[in-house]
């Protein structure tokens, strides 16, 4: 279990996830460019976010282990920590995104750049490089 694996498990228990969060928001942000009237459910959003990264973020305290069946545990744990900052999430930018026009949603459904993340790690169906 290396390779792309552990890389993806850096990006969750890395340093850098606090910045990929950010600049997804970011990207966000400007790729809706949010109204007076929509600043209060981004705002609602960005908290969603920072919640389901500290979700993530604990998940990644526990030590890997030496032997096989610990790591397999390790994993286990940081992906129900995955589905449990989806759970936060989802409800949050279910409720932007329904505040948003067409012209908006199709901006934001186009994505860019910021949907790939830190070293192009993909985020979008579709989008893998391996």
Not at 44 to 61: F, I, N, P, Q, T
Not at 76 to 99: I, K, N, S, W
């Amino acid at each position: 279990m290396g390779g792309a694996a552990m890389g993806r498990h850096e990006m969750m228990c890395g340093p850098r996830l606090a910045g990929m969060v950010a600049e997804h928001l970011a990207g966000i942000e400007d790729a809706v460019d949010p109204t007076e009237a929509q600043r209060s459910s981004f705002e609602a959003l960005k908290a969603a976010a920072e919640r389901a990264r500290l979700v993530m973020r604990a998940a990644c305290s526990t030590p890997s282990g030496a032997t096989l069946p610990e790591r397999l545990d390790a994993m286990q744990g940081r992906l129900e920590a995955m589905l449990q900052a989806m759970a936060v999430v989802r409800p949050a930018f279910d409720a932007f995104y329904g505040t948003l026009d067409d012209d908006q949603k199709s901006r934001l459904d186009a994505g860019g750049r910021w949907m790939r993340g830190p070293a192009g790690w993909p985020w979008r169906h579709g989008d893998r490089d391996d």
